[in-house]
């Protein structure tokens, strides 16, 4: 089995990331990884006493914790530094015991890359907010116009193998990490997939879709990332 690592981004999720913790298939996860992004309630403590190591991103923004996560996975010696990187969200959205079906093409030699798609899957209702289900729509359209590349969803639940993450050279800090990774996965020829996954509604209210600047600037900043690495 490769050694699997997850990295989970964090910002004020007191109320969900234990849940998320302990969720986590610990049979085949050498580490889970919080990133507490500046948050201003008990969420480091409170994803360190559920077993999570904790890391500390002071500057804001969704793609610095993940870039603080996986720098720190890529630094670890070989005897530790992990094959496979899952990525989720901290508010309970995701189903996190999904992850072993999640990483199985990853495991099978069949991709190097699975996008967990909320659109295949069963998706509760009142998950997505509709400025999200269409601005999903958008991106992916405009990512299979543009790059050829077929995805259903940008979903924050994914795994892909370290090397192929570190190639990709991830530089977006906030709300364009999830369509940058696709779109340069597509230019890079990397072999990917996608598989359904459940999605419920999360634990507290969105950063991002739950404000009206939060969708605005979201909205934004994933169609300029589209166009930006053609």
């Known amino acids: 089995m490769p050694r699997i690592n997850v990295i989970i981004p964090a910002y004020n999720e007191e109320q969900s990331i234990a849940h998320v913790v302990q969720d986590i ?42 870039l603080k996560g996986i720098a720190y996975a890529a630094a670890k ?21 999904e992850m072993v079906q999640l990483v199985q093409p990853i495991v099978q030699g069949q991709a190097d890359m699975v996008i967990g798609s909320r659109a295949l899957g069963k998706r509760e209702s009142g998950s997505m907010m509709p400025q999200q289900i269409f601005g999903n729509w958008l991106a992916t359209t405009l ?36 369509v940058e990774m696709q779109a340069k996965a597509a230019k890079q020829k990397v072999k990917y997939t996608e598989l359904p996954v459940s999605y419920r509604r999360r634990i507290g209210v969105s950063k991002v879709s739950g404000t009206l600047k939060g969708t605005v600037m979201a909205g934004y900043k994933i169609i300029l990332t589209v166009f930006k690495y053609l």
């Open 143 to 178: 990512i299979r116009i543009l790059y050829g590349a077929r995805f259903t969803d940008l979903g924050p639940f994914r795994a892909i193998k370290l090397d192929t993450l570190l190639a990709l050279g991830m530089r977006d800090r906030n709300y364009g990490w999830t």
């Open 77 to 97: 010696p070989a005897s530790s530094r992990p094959d496979i990187i899952v990525f989720l969200d901290g508010d309970y959205s995701d189903y996190p015991q």
């Open 25 to 66: 298939p610990k049979d085949m996860v050498a580490e889970v990884i919080v990133v507490n992004n500046n948050s201003t309630d008990l969420t480091p403590h409170v994803a360190a006493d559920a077993g999570a190591t904790v890391l500390h991103e002071p500057n804001p923004g969704y793609g610095n914790a993940c």
